[in-house]
Each structure stands twice: as structure tokens, then as C-alpha cells.
């Protein structure tokens, strides 16, 4: 389903040159272009919709847009199977999709709204190898990528594969921070000592 939004967005973005046809390229807004994704996503369930639900395999896509278009500020979107979607806000400054139960609590607990993007990717990171180790439907690579406000090009795009020095070094101390934070909390007082 995402692939399938990705090719008309893509076929869209490269139309015939003089065919006026609203584009990622040309959006006026954020507002607009979740928008836009979200029509195509509609779209592709008119398409292949009751074929996926005929076959039990229903039909489920979430997708996260993000960017900046012109002066406004950077924005983020989650956009559902149905093609509505919210918008992040200080209150709710990420979105997560996928495997929800194991990492998303990291980031609920350490994200805030502001935060340095390079701690955030930490975080992400810290909340990816929770997800690994207690889902085997999860794992490696991950695919990083950085964009400031302002800029269109990546300041960082780089792939996590399995054995990767860094990765490996946060997984085991995060590990250990956990141990030694457990072992400092004292048991609760209504526990009767042995």
C-alpha cells in the first residue's frame, strides 16, 4: 500500500511538462501536501481496497510527512489508511509507527518538544534497540536521516547495520544504565524483607 502511494506521488511529482496538476514540488503548505498524500492514499484503497479486505489481508498503512515548504515553519504529519491525519504539536512532538509497545515509552518519557536533534536521534536509537530486543519482527537496518529547517538537503543520511560499533556501544550501556537504575530504586516499602 505505502509503495503503491509512493509511485503516484512520484508519477505526480514527474507529469508532463505544461499539465498543471498539484505536486509535492508545488504545494503551498505542510496542510497541503499531508493533503495531497492522503488523496493519493485514498485513492489506492479505491483501487486495491476490497481485494486486500476480500483476502483477510485488510487494508492498513500509516505514513509520516514531514518537511517545510516556503517560510513556514518545519511540520509534521501522521497520516492514517483513511487519508485524515494530525499534525504533531509542543505537546505531541513525535510520531512513531510500526512496533509501538516496546519503544515507544522511551520516547514518550525523554522526547520534548525543542529538544536538540541529535539527542532525539539518540532517543530514537535508544528506542529502536528496545523494540529489537523484544520484537523479532524488528530488526536491522536502520536507515538514519537528518534534514535541518531550511535546508533541502540531508545533513546526515546514514544506514545501522547489524554489528555497527556505535549502535552496539548504545545498546550495552543502555543495558547497564537500566540494571544500575533498577538496583538504586529501593523496593517498595510494603515488600516483607526475607
Not at 476480500?54 to 504529519?77: C, N, T, Y
Not at 509497545?101 to 522526547?111: C, F, N
Not at 528506542?127 to 523479532?136: A, E, Q, Y
Not at 544500575?180 to 523496593?187: E, G, L, N, V, Y
Request: hydrophobic fraction near 40%; charged fraction near 25%.
Amino acid at each position: 500500500i505505502t509503495q503503491s502511494v509512493v509511485s503516484l506521488i512520484n508519477e505526480q511529482i514527474y507529469a508532463e511538462p505544461g499539465e498543471e496538476r498539484t505536486t509535492l514540488m508545488n504545494v503551498t503548505s505542510m496542510y497541503r501536501a499531508a493533503r495531497l498524500v492522503g488523496d493519493v492514499l485514498r485513492e489506492v484503497r479505491a483501487v486495491d481496497g476490497a481485494a486486500l479486505d476480500a483476502s483477510k489481508a485488510g487494508f492498513a498503512a500509516s505514513l509520516i510527512l514531514g518537511g517545510q515548504v516556503g517560510d513556514e515553519a518545519p511540520r509534521l504529519f501522521q497520516i492514517y489508511a483513511e487519508g485524515n491525519f494530525i499534525e504533531a504539536t509542543d505537546d505531541t512532538p513525535f510520531f512513531q509507527i510500526g512496533e509501538h509497545k516496546y519503544g515507544k515509552p522511551i520516547l514518550d518519557r525523554a522526547v520534548r518538544y525543542g529538544i536538540d536533534i541529535y539527542d532525539g536521534l539518540k532517543i530514537a536509537l535508544l528506542s529502536m534497540d528496545s523494540t529489537i530486543r523484544s520484537n523479532l519482527g524488528v530488526g536491522m537496518p536502520i536507515d538514519v536521516l537528518v534534514v535541518r529547517r531550511d535546508a533541502c538537503d540531508a545533513e546526515l543520511s546514514y544506514r545501522i547495520e547489524p554489528g555497527e560499533p556505535y549502535f552496539h556501544d548504545l545498546s550495552e550501556r543502555w543495558s547497564a544504565a537500566l540494571r544500575a537504575a533498577h538496583m538504586a530504586i529501593p523496593r517498595p516499602p510494603y515488600v516483607t524483607p526475607r
